[in-house]
């Protein structure tokens, strides 16, 4: 079976996503990946190499793409070329996967589609922030799918609200977390709290508190920090906060506002900068003691998910909405504006062993409905049912 995947292969996903489902189609599947945007990091190239995965690009080095490198819709021509033409030169795919279906990669899987069979898979931001724009001019391009999955119910929503309930075939599965495996670990040592605080240095008297879970602006930090700021000195010192920014968002004009904020708000704080991998993610989440989720759209990250597992008390606003958490009794804390954060954390101080009891039965029930071992069986019936059709 050939298997040809449009996505961004650098995603940390991807690879587990092959090793958990797709290597588990048949013993002779061959795979290859197409990248219709420049490859960044290229941290998964050990990898594919290893595995005998290609990866297959536009040539960023190309004299003619950096000829008109400042020409968005001739370079995008040209790659697309570059693309079909080395795409034509493997063997035709059984099944071609979009994962992230932004206009590009719609629009390029159908060109190449011809007798193979086409599955859409919406991750999040690609259906929950796209533009009006964007979302109108993909609609004449699903018809093109076989399949098409979402990974969480709220996907599941917004698709129906913008296209109306879905003509074609259509489930609503979610990605195994692998970092569920490595938390997991992590937590069979008593002290694992300390060891994992030490390993980012973060101070051992007091409570670290994860606000959002990258660097972007739609992840409201400072309008947290903002509410943090107005808490009582005597919490304020024992509250330790922790911001991960990482692929140089950092050196944003967001951030710099940011740290201005957090130098005036008198709570000491850290800023992770690197890219973690899975194993320094999940010594991440188990450091954490409060986390909270404030951006404003989201799909149900796998960070939540993680941060859950590992037993942090989670804050949650009520404008993202988590059908699959409340039918499965997830505990969590829900604030309807930012405000209510500050008559919150009075709350979790004055009982924090009962907060801490109820966050720490989450772990459970999250690990029964987001490990791989769960969820690979609807996966592979899905892809075999599609791929036999």
Not at 53 to 62: E, R
Request: glycine share 2%.
């Amino acid at each position: 079976m050939n298997i040809l995947i449009i996505t961004n292969p650098d995603s940390f996903v991807i690879p587990k996503y092959i090793d958990e489902v797709l290597l588990y189609l048949s013993k002779d599947v061959n795979i290859s990946i197409i990248s219709l945007y420049p490859i960044l990091h290229n941290i998964n190239q050990d990898y594919y190499g290893t595995n005998s995965i290609a990866v297959i690009d536009s040539c960023t080095n190309n004299k003619i793409l950096n000829y008109f490198s400042n020409v968005r819709i001739i370079n995008v021509f040209i790659r697309w070329a570059i693309l079909y033409g080395r795409v034509k030169k493997i063997k035709k795919a059984d099944l071609i996967c979009v994962h992230y279906v932004d206009f590009l990669s719609a629009v390029f899987a159908c060109l190449i589609k011809r007798r193979s069979k086409l599955i859409f898979v919406y991750w999040g931001s690609d259906l929950l922030r796209a533009s009006k724009k964007i979302l109108f001019l993909i609609k004449p391009f699903l018809k093109f799918a076989d399949y098409i999955i979402f990974l969480t119910n709220s996907l599941f929503k917004k698709y129906s609200l913008e296209y109306g309930m879905p003509r074609y075939n259509y489930d609503i599965i979610d990605f195994g977390i692998s970092a569920l495996s490595n938390i997991k670990y992590i937590k069979l040592s008593n002290d694992y709290k300390e060891k994992v605080k030490s390993f980012f240095q973060f101070p051992l008297n007091k409570l670290c508190v994860a606000i959002g879970y990258n660097g972007i602006p739609q992840q409201q930090h400072d309008s947290v920090v903002n509410c943090l700021m107005s808490l009582p000195d005597d919490i304020k010192k024992r509250l330790h906060l922790v911001f991960h920014f990482f692929n140089n968002q950092d050196k944003t004009d967001y951030a710099n506002k940011l740290i201005v904020l957090l130098k005036k708000s008198q709570i000491s704080y850290s800023f992770l900068i690197d890219f973690f991998d899975v194993e320094t993610t999940a010594k991440l989440r188990s450091s954490i003691d409060i986390f909270i989720n404030s951006q404003t759209t989201d799909a149900l990250s796998a960070s939540l998910v993680e941060y859950l597992y590992a037993g942090a008390i989670v804050l949650n606003p009520v404008w993202l909405d988590y059908p699959e958490l409340e039918k499965n009794n997830i505990f969590y804390i829900a604030y309807n504006k930012f405000e209510d954060i500050n008559n919150i954390f009075p709350r979790i101080f004055e009982d924090y062993s009962l907060y801490y009891n109820y966050a720490k039965n989450n772990a459970d029930p999250i690990y029964s409905m987001y490990s791989w071992e769960s969820l690979r069986k609807k996966w592979l019936e899905v892809l075999n049912g599609v791929c036999d059709d």
